[in-house]
T-cell receptor
Framework: SQQGEEDPQALSIQEGENATMNCSYK?????LQWYRQNSGRGLVHLIL?????REKHSGRLRVTLDTSKKSSSLLITASRAADTASYFC???????????FGQGTRLTINP | DSGVTQTPKHLITATGQRVTLRCSPR?????VYWYQQSLDQGLQFLIQ???????AKGNILERFSAQQFPDLHSELNLSSLELGDSALYFC????????????FGEGSRLTVL
């Protein structure tokens, strides 16, 4: 399967701490994206990293991509209760228009 | 608000029945994607249309079919429903091409009893 795998499956931290989620995938990619999903809602795009980019920042989000290890990580700094959600990585492939999603990490921020 | 509209939001039906889920993409988006999200299978890609034509197919059952109309809205038809078809069905749209973010609707929650 081309599906990415997120690690950990669930993460619970205190407000103000940093949260790190990891994603691994199996084949060469064109781009890797992270999405957020609040319970039962639609997914919201957070950040896109192209295969030739090693790191990208957006506000409190930092994404790293290591294509040699076929892995990515999403760091959320100074977490807030409102960051509680599921986070998914999605991989895009050259010559294919679909995005393949991982199983997600459920992040809980405790106030 | 993503700009992608899905109806109905909730649907309860019985096994063996047929339902149609509708999606209106963001204005100007030519690509429409359908995904199924269930607890045990995660988010599974079903099918993609681009400007009315099927472009990619994923793990879509033969009992399921979809189409995209000239006004770019899309419908996902699910027939001979089984208990295991209970899930959240998401539509997403993208302007064009292979890269770029997907904009998701709020989903249609299907419950098959």
């Amino acid at each position: 399967s081309q599906q990415g795998e997120e690690d950990p499956q669930a993460l619970s931290i205190q407000e103000g701490e940093n949260a790190t989620m990891n994603c691994s995938y199996k084949t060469s990619i064109n781009n890797l994206q992270w999405y957020r999903q609040n319970s039962g809602r639609g997914l919201v795009h957070l950040i896109l990293t192209r295969s030739n980019e090693r790191e990208k920042h957006s506000g409190r989000l930092r994404v790293t991509l290591d294509t040699s290890k076929k892995s990515s990580s999403l760091l959320i700094t100074a977490s807030r209760a409102a960051d509680t959600a599921s986070y998914f990585c999605a991989t895009g492939f050259q010559g294919a228009q679909k995005l393949v999603f991982g199983q997600g990490t459920r992040l809980t921020i405790n106030p | 608000d993503s700009g992608v509209t899905q109806t109905p939001k909730h649907l309860i039906t019985a096994t063996g029945q047929r339902v149609t889920l509708r999606c209106s993409p963001r204005s100007g988006d030519l690509s429409v994607y359908w995904y199924q999200q269930s607890l045990d299978q995660g988010l599974q890609f079903l099918i993609q249309y681009y400007n009315g034509e099927e472009r990619a197919k994923g793990n879509i059952l033969e009992r399921f079919s979809a189409q995209q109309f000239p006004d770019l809205h899309s419908e996902l038809n699910l027939s001979s429903l089984e208990l295991g078809d209970s899930a959240l069905y998401f539509c997403a749209s993208r302007r064009q091409g292979e890269t770029g973010e997907l904009f998701f609707g709020e989903g249609s929650r299907l419950t098959v009893l």
